[in-house]
């Protein structure tokens, strides 16, 4: 017994010692530099080709914004993005993709619509914390030829919104109990 509990002691003990020293625990900034770097490179190609869009700049200035804060896994995602976003224009602007209209026309229709919901949750307070952040994804994927997943993301945003006026509306007369402000008295 106490020759399993040894054994399943050191097994632990060099996994917990291993995880650290794995490149997959923590993005590091020389990653994100690195990952912003290459963003910035396509990014220069894309305007060369003359498909450059001004979404893939500002997220590169995005990620270069989280530097400071250590938010190097992030900004690596966002260049990822970039990255994406100015491959799609590209291969566009190329001819080698072509735009499925119906499904770009859909996604920004529900972008938008998402917006106004956001807008007018927000005009009660009662926008939701992740709603302007799906948007934002909606968006990023749509520049990104990934119409389906924006159309998805767009839908779920609009929903929270409509939601969240409705929330807001619901509990806009609501007020503290009566032995509640009895208590305080």
């Given amino acids: 017994m106490k020759m399993t509990r040894l054994a399943a002691d050191l097994i632990l003990i060099a996994l917990l010692a291993a995880i650290p020293l794995s490149s997959a625990w923590a993005t590091t900034r020389a990653d994100a530099e690195d990952a912003i770097a290459k963003a910035e490179a396509m990014h220069e190609k894309a305007v060369a080709a ?3 869009d001004n979404q893939a700049a500002e997220m590169i200035e995005e990620a270069k914004s989280l530097l400071p804060s250590h938010q190097y896994t992030k900004a690596k995602m966002i260049a990822y993005w970039a990255i994406r976003q100015a491959e799609f224009a590209m291969q566009v602007s ?4 072509t735009v499925e ?3 770009a ?4 229709s529900l972008i938008a619509a998402a917006e106004a919901a956001r807008e007018k949750a927000a005009s009660v307070d009662g926008e939701w914390r992740d709603t302007a952040k799906m948007i934002k994804s909606a968006q990023t994927l749509a520049g990104a030829g990934e119409f389906d997943k ?4 767009a839908a779920a945003a609009e929903f929270q919104a409509k939601r969240g006026y409705e929330q807001a509306m619901a509990e806009k ?3 503290f109990p009566q032995y509640m402000l009895d208590a305080v008295k």
């Fill in 50 to 52: 003359n498909a450059a």
């Fill in 94 to 97: 190329s001819g080698e993709t």
């Fill in 101 to 103: 209209a119906d499904k």
């Fill in 105 to 108: 026309a859909q996604a920004e």
């Fill in 150 to 153: 924006a159309i998805e993301i």
């Fill in 173 to 175: 007369d609501a007020d």
